[in-house]
């Protein structure tokens, strides 16, 4: 596609219960990232994928984070036994290698909602 | 972590007035990022700076990276009603690929 996607846009889940989120990076880009962007704040940096090099997951907040990505193409971010304080807007973004300065490009995110 | 200071939290203009807000650090970024970010979407792209000094302009925007690397800010001329979003700065240092952002600055723009 022509940018990155993600889906679901929407997400309500009750607490307790596992959730997966999908992102699809821009083709060909080999770099992508998930953001947490609580109300009103900036985006908060999770976890990092470029190609087939070890991820950096320093950004996941607690154990109950995880995200997949299998060779260049879709990521997933799982979020089990969601608590209430894990409501948030979870944006991807992904990059080229070629782009100068690591620009990067989002899409429009999941809106999770933990009641 | 990093924190980038961003100011002010939110502006309320008059179609027409001009903007201005910035980021501060007390580390050093070698790029600065500005990006917008509107409802019910992902932040977009706005101007990217790569040199300390650096000015840059991308229609009514103007954006420029301070001498001493702490610091960015972002002008729009001349407002107008689709101006209005959360305007978010980003930085990065060295070759760490990681981006730090401000809290973002959000503008409403009355016509």
């Known amino acids: 596609g022509a940018g990155v996607s993600q889906s679901p846009s929407n997400k309500v889940t009750e607490k307790g219960k596992d959730v997966e989120l999908r992102c699809d990076p821009i083709?060909?880009?080999?770099?992508l990232y998930w953001y947490r962007q609580r109300l009103g704040q900036g985006l908060e940096f999770l976890i990092y994928?470029?190609?087939?090099?070890?991820?950096?997951k320093s950004g996941l907040p607690s154990d109950r984070f995880s995200a997949e990505r299998t060779g260049e193409s879709v990521s997933t971010l799982t979020i089990q036994r969601t608590q209430q304080e894990d409501s948030a807007v979870y944006l991807c973004?992904?990059?080229?290698?070629?782009?100068?300065?690591?620009?990067?490009?989002f899409g429009a995110g999941t809106r999770l909602s933990v009641l | 972590g990093q924190q980038l200071n961003q100011s002010p939290q939110s502006m309320f203009i008059q179609e027409g007035e001009d903007v201005s807000m910035n980021c501060t650090s007390s580390s050093i970024f070698n790029t600065w990022l500005w990006y917008k970010q509107e409802p019910g979407e992902g932040p977009v792209l706005l101007i990217a700076l790569y040199k300390a000094g650096e000015l840059t302009s991308n229609g009514r925007l103007t954006a420029q990276f301070g001498i001493t690397r702490k610091d960015s800010f972002l002008n729009i001329s001349a407002s107008i009603p689709s101006d209005v979003g959360i305007y978010f700065c980003?930085?990065?240092?060295?070759?760490?690929?990681?981006?730090?952002f401000g809290k973002g600055t959000l503008l409403t723009v009355n016509p």
């Open positions: 083709s060909g880009h080999t770099a």
């Open positions: 994928f470029q190609g087939n090099s070890a991820p950096d």
């Open positions: 980003a930085g990065r240092q060295g070759s760490n690929y990681k981006l730090t």
């Open positions: 973004a992904s990059s080229s290698r070629t782009t100068g300065g690591n620009i990067q490009y």
